[in-house]
């Protein structure tokens, strides 16, 4: 079977590659192509295109750049429908993925399946973008309310629990760490506009946090060389030292009693690996006034959204100062237990943890009655 795999930005370009490593283990025959970046180059995937420069912070930042990605996805369009893959895989990044499923649904363009892993909107539950996903392709989505809420509204949608759970071993409870010592994980995200954000306060931090932990051992995650560049200048500029920079959010949380972490992909993988966390979050004054108005449920990270609770600590905006950032990650430092129960919890709430060999098996099925 053909895979042609669309993803805009890091964390997508991640969970394509663990569904399509799921998909060889029960396809091995299996081709894959597409949009992604050097992870999905070494993974061995054909790329159509590099997506490195996409992402961007949030669906308002992303308008600005929709003139420049309209040309490549009108370009990607005309190439599965001349190559006709026997499913397209979708993955988040609704900016270019709707568009890119509507064009080849126009005049038949493509008639095979079209299967949609964390359609957009995942929180917000928007009738009008949910009947626009559903329309086009099937929606295979990562939490039970979501799949109710198509369903709800007479869409197709296929739910097996959440595909990361079983990427993500969770370790064994550690006792707190020394109070003048610990080993503190720092992801300060992976969009440059994240890192220039971020870095500053979570350098400042770091200082902070030494002067109550002179033992304190820091590892910062940088997604490529790019990021590492970014990095590097900051910790130059902010005159920090002693502090060591690994490549990925992995390598990163292995060793952490804690960690600093930009909301996203990487806080939930930092519950699932059972690593206390802080979350933060800064962006520009407007994009956080537009943000506010889409936040429903209270809460911004997903461990938070699906316990219901502050599980996390969600420092945003002008909350996340540098002596906020220090209070709470003190605070998971003295006892990362309650965390870590929660983060038990969370597990289960996601659903059983073959969910992502469910879902590699699922996008088989449509492949194949595709070819039919």
Same mark, same amino acid.
């Given at each position: 079977?053909?895979?042609?795999?669309?993803?805009?930005?890091?964390?997508?370009e991640?969970?394509?590659?663990?569904?399509?490593?799921?998909?060889?283990a029960?396809?091995?025959?299996?081709?894959?192509?597409g949009?992604?970046?050097?992870?999905m180059?070494?993974?061995?995937?054909?790329?159509?295109?590099? *997506?490195?420069?996409?992402?961007s912070?949030?669906p308002?930042?992303?308008?600005?750049?929709i003139?420049?990605?309209l040309?490549?996805?009108w370009?990607t369009?005309?190439?599965?429908?001349a190559?006709?893959?026997?499913?397209?895989?979708?993955?988040d990044?609704?900016?270019?993925?709707v568009?890119?499923a509507?064009?080849?649904?126009e005049? *038949?363009?493509?008639?095979?399946?079209?299967?949609?892993?964390?359609?957009?909107?995942?929180?917000?539950?928007?009738?009008?973008?949910?009947?626009?996903?559903g329309?086009l392709?099937?929606?295979?989505?990562?939490?039970?309310?979501?799949?109710?809420?198509?369903?709800?509204?007479?869409?197709?949608? @296929?739910y097996?629990g959440?595909?990361?759970?079983?990427?993500?071993?969770?370790?064994?409870?550690?006792?707190?760490?020394?109070?003048?010592?610990?080993?503190?994980?720092?992801?300060?995200?992976?969009r440059?506009?994240?890192?220039?954000y *971020?870095?500053?306060?979570?350098?400042?931090?770091?200082?902070r946090?030494?002067?109550?932990?002179?033992?304190?051992?820091f590892?910062i995650?940088?997604l490529?060389?790019?990021a590492?560049?970014?990095?590097?200048?900051?910790?130059?500029?902010?005159?920090?030292?002693g502090?060591e920079?690994?490549?990925?959010?992995?390598?990163?949380?292995a060793?952490?009693?804690? @960690?600093?972490v930009?909301?996203?992909?990487?806080?939930?993988?930092?519950?699932?690996?059972g690593?206390p966390?802080?979350?933060?979050?800064?962006?520009?004054?407007?994009?956080?006034?537009?943000g506010?108005?889409?936040?429903?449920?209270?809460?911004?990270?997903l461990?938070?959204?699906?316990?219901?609770?502050?599980?996390?600590?969600?420092?945003?905006?002008?909350?996340?100062?540098?002596?906020r950032?220090?209070?709470e990650?003190?605070?998971?430092?003295?006892?990362?237990?309650?965390?870590?129960?929660?983060?038990?919890?969370?597990?289960?709430?996601?659903?059983?943890?073959? @969910?992502l060999?469910?879902c590699?098996?699922?996008?088989?099925a449509?492949?194949?009655a595709?070819?039919?």
């Amino acid at each position: 079977m053909r895979y042609f795999l669309s993803t805009g930005e890091a964390s997508g370009e991640a969970s394509a590659l663990m569904l399509a490593a799921a998909i060889r283990a029960v396809d091995p025959e299996a081709r894959f192509e597409g949009i992604g970046g050097e992870r999905m180059a070494a993974a061995g995937v054909r790329l159509w295109r590099d *997506h490195t420069g996409w992402a961007s912070m949030g669906p308002l930042a992303a308008l600005p750049r929709i003139p420049k990605l309209l040309p490549i996805m009108w370009r990607t369009a005309a190439y599965i429908a001349a190559s006709q893959p026997d499913l397209v895989v979708l993955v988040d990044f609704g900016v270019f993925n709707v568009r890119l499923a509507a064009r080849l649904r126009e005049r *038949h363009a493509y008639a095979g399946p079209i299967l949609y892993l964390f359609p957009p909107g995942t929180w917000l539950d928007n009738a009008r973008r949910a009947r626009a996903v559903g329309s086009l392709a099937v929606p295979l989505t990562a939490f039970a309310h979501q799949d109710a809420f198509y369903k709800g509204l007479g869409l197709p949608s @296929a739910y097996f629990g959440h595909p990361l759970v079983a990427g993500y071993a969770m370790r064994a409870p550690r006792p707190a760490p020394p109070a003048d010592a610990g080993t503190i994980a720092v992801l300060p995200g992976s969009r440059s506009g994240e890192l220039r954000y *971020h870095l500053p306060r979570l350098c400042a931090a770091i200082g902070r946090l030494r002067t109550v932990r002179p033992s304190a051992r820091f590892a910062i995650g940088a997604l490529d060389d790019r990021a590492e560049a970014q990095i590097r200048d900051a910790l130059r500029r902010f005159r920090v030292e002693g502090v060591e920079i690994v490549r990925g959010a992995a390598a990163a949380l292995a060793e952490a009693d804690a @960690a600093w972490v930009a909301s996203g992909t990487a806080v939930l993988e930092a519950a699932l690996t059972g690593v206390p966390t802080v979350a933060l979050y800064v962006i520009t004054p407007l994009l956080a006034r537009h943000g506010r108005t889409m936040i429903k449920h209270g809460f911004i990270t997903l461990p938070n959204l699906v316990l219901g609770r502050a599980v996390i600590p969600e420092l945003l905006q002008e909350a996340a100062t540098p002596e906020r950032l220090c209070e709470e990650l003190e605070r998971a430092l003295r006892d990362p237990s309650e965390q870590y129960r929660a983060f038990g919890e969370l597990r289960t709430a996601l659903g059983p943890a073959d @969910a992502l060999e469910r879902c590699a098996r699922f996008a088989l099925a449509l492949a194949q009655a595709g070819r039919r």
